[in-house]
């Protein structure tokens, strides 16, 4: 027994692994699980990039997608903590395009038929109730948000104009009243900007990522990265399809290439979901988090700001407020924090999990959790689009449930 697990039981992650790589289900994935900031389980299974025959290693360097929005959550709360700015202030203090706002009116059949709304506030867009939407939700907000190609890319110009475009349309919903993820963290990552004076990647870097020793993480692959960067595969047409049924054909169909991906050279850091980076970095990032803001020689938040973003800002659970879309994580007995999503009751969400846990994933089908109750914090990488194709992720939360015996 190591840490309270049983070694044993922990062993059936790798032939769950591998299960999935031999059906084609994922190229390759990785594993991380500590606790009490002691390594008890790493494993790793099948390949990084199947074209080239490179194996998924402890290295591999991936997308982490959505993984980025709790780095951005705590950028911005550094910012609170510091006096600077204040999670009621509305959104337009930062970024005047969102002042004098509008919302669609329920039942609204036209991108015109709208109502006057308030700004959302920085809590708002942390929690994803701003009203604010992402192009692959439903909806006419959504729509326009597609056709305008209103998503937070790499190369889609700056965060700045990216970000003046979406206060440009109409509001989802009056803010406050519903839930939908959205482009909200995006949108905040441009506030730490404008609060700091620092671009976001300089921020990340001199705020985070120095203080936590995350040197592979950013939003450019590291120059000296040579062949670790993973490609991303996807079983859909459009891997950004993210809430389409499979279609017949190949389930591992090479949707962006490690030689000429825009992460290369990235124009836009998106708050969002713009970083790439190795297993071991953000298991340094989660440690933090249960570590409640310590960094060793370093503090990057206080334990109580952690709580408080670790805590559920929603009146209930997700699935009282939500709209029905894409998410990264159950809705129904979960709640949301800043930046991420709260486990309230584990028999209702319908997966083991202790009460408290702080989670989120990517949509190349990464996943993190922090789970304050054993002192656990678990990393999952790998690089399949969309996270929503195979249920991995609770799965894995099983498996290691299943292990811990003390």
Request: glycine share 10%; aromatic share 8%; hydrophobic share 40%.
């Amino acid at each position: 027994m190591s840490e309270g697990f049983d070694l044993a039981r922990l062993e059936r992650i790798r032939p769950w692994m591998q299960s999935y790589v031999e059906a084609r289900k994922y190229p390759g994935a990785s594993v991380l699980v500590k606790r009490n900031g002691t390594e008890v389980f790493y494993a790793d299974s099948g390949l990084r990039n199947i074209e080239e025959d490179l194996p998924f290693t402890r290295d591999t360097i991936a997308r982490i997608y959505s993984m980025t929005k709790p780095v951005t959550s705590v950028a911005l709360m550094t910012l609170v903590e510091r006096g600077l700015i204040h999670l009621g202030a509305p959104v337009s203090e930062f970024i005047p395009g969102f002042a004098r706002m509008q919302a669609l009116i329920p039942g609204a059949t036209r991108l015109d038929q709208t109502e006057p709304a308030a700004t959302p506030t920085l809590q708002q867009l942390l929690t994803h109730t701003s009203g604010l939407s992402y192009s692959f939700n439903p909806g006419l907000v959504a729509e326009a948000m597609a056709d305008q190609r209103l998503d937070f890319t790499p190369k889609r110009g700056t965060l700045a104009e990216v970000a003046d475009k979406v206060a440009a349309l109409p509001l989802a919903f009056q803010p406050g009243t519903r839930w939908m993820y959205s482009v909200g963290i995006d949108i905040a990552g441009r506030v730490v900007e404008v609060v700091s004076g620092k671009t976001l990647d300089q921020f990340f870097d001199e705020e985070i990522f120095q203080p936590l020793g995350m040197p592979e993480t950013a939003f450019n692959v590291p120059v000296d990265a040579g062949d670790r960067f993973a490609n991303l595969y996807t079983p859909l047409d459009d891997p950004m399809a993210l809430n389409a049924a499979k279609d017949g054909g190949d389930t591992l169909r090479l949707a962006d290439d490690r030689k000429t991906s825009p992460y290369h050279t990235t124009k836009q850091r998106s708050g969002g979901g713009g970083l790439v980076g190795t297993i071991d970095d953000y298991m340094k990032f989660t440690e933090m988090l249960r570590r409640g803001g310590d960094a060793g020689d370093h503090r990057i938040l206080s334990p109580k700001t952690l709580a408080f973003m670790m805590s559920n800002h929603l009146k209930g659970d997700i699935a009282e407020m939500g709209i029905p879309s894409f998410a990264e994580q159950p809705m129904v007995g979960t709640g949301f924090g800043i930046g991420g999503s709260v486990t309230l009751n584990p028999g209702r969400v319908g997966v083991p999990g202790s009460v408290g846990d702080f989670a989120w994933g990517g949509m190349a089908s990464t996943a993190f959790w922090v789970d304050p109750v054993h002192q656990m914090s678990v990393v999952f990488f790998t690089q399949l689009s969309p996270s929503s194709s195979y249920p991995s992720r609770a799965q894995l939360r099983a498996l290691i449930h299943g292990a811990l015996i003390a």
